[in-house]
């Protein structure tokens, strides 16, 4: 009977591999935590994991492609289909909003790799913006699903639902800018703020 390969167990040589990526993607997070993104460079990463540069580039491609490799690896923090799932499973387009609100602005201020990807990405490669935004148009369009839900439902007040959604993914996202997290204030508190002014806009928003 054939066996199916996808299911195969992998080899010495890529147990080998994959544990040698993920050193190289633990020594950049903390490279970038400690030193910030600017000073971290693929040399010193592969100097800190004992390849040469020239050997780096097997595992990776660019400092902009580790970042992202190490967000995606950050599933615990957030996973876009989840939005998708709350929506199917029939959660008020309130709900899903703020709970949108608050996971993401947790996400990028508690964790520097989604923080420093969501400064840097206007900077970034092309096939890595694609890729992100990729994620981002998705994240939006389900958005905009809430928004056109809870304006059927009689609880938002917009004429264009799209906008509506860009404006709270946009907001959200440039949280990212903020220090508002270095000082009194917590990310629940910065959530709560957001949430309350974002839903308020909706639920009633401001005349022409």
């Not at 800190?48 to 902009?64: M, N, T």
């Not at 190490?70 to 876009?80: A, V």
Request: with cysteine.
């Amino acid at each position: 009977m054939p066996t199916d390969m996808s299911d195969a167990t992998p080899s010495l040589k890529e147990r080998r591999q994959q544990i040698r990526k993920e050193a190289i993607l633990d020594v950049a997070r903390e490279m970038f935590t400690k030193v910030g993104y600017e000073k971290t460079t693929l040399d010193k990463i592969g100097k800190a994991v004992g390849l040469s540069k020239q050997s780096l580039y097997y595992y990776v491609k660019s400092k902009e492609a580790v970042l992202l490799e190490i967000c995606k690896n950050c599933r615990d923090l957030y996973d876009p289909e989840l939005l998708a799932e709350k929506l199917e499973a029939g959660i008020p387009p309130k709900s899903l909003i703020s709970f949108y609100i608050n996971t993401t602005i947790e996400r990028i201020l508690s964790d520097t790799a989604w923080r420093l990807l969501a400064i840097n990405l206007p900077f970034m490669a092309e096939d890595i913006k694609r890729e992100v935004f990729r994620s981002l148009r998705y994240e939006l369009d389900i958005l905009e699903q809430a928004v056109k839900l809870g304006c059927e439902q009689g609880d938002f007040q917009v004429s264009n639902p799209r906008a509506a959604a860009h404006i709270i993914q946009g907001t959200v996202q440039n949280v990212a800018f903020l220090s508002l997290h270095d000082k009194e204030l917590s990310n629940i508190e910065i959530g709560g703020y957001y949430t309350e002014i974002l839903l308020g806009g909706l639920i009633s928003p401001a005349s022409g």
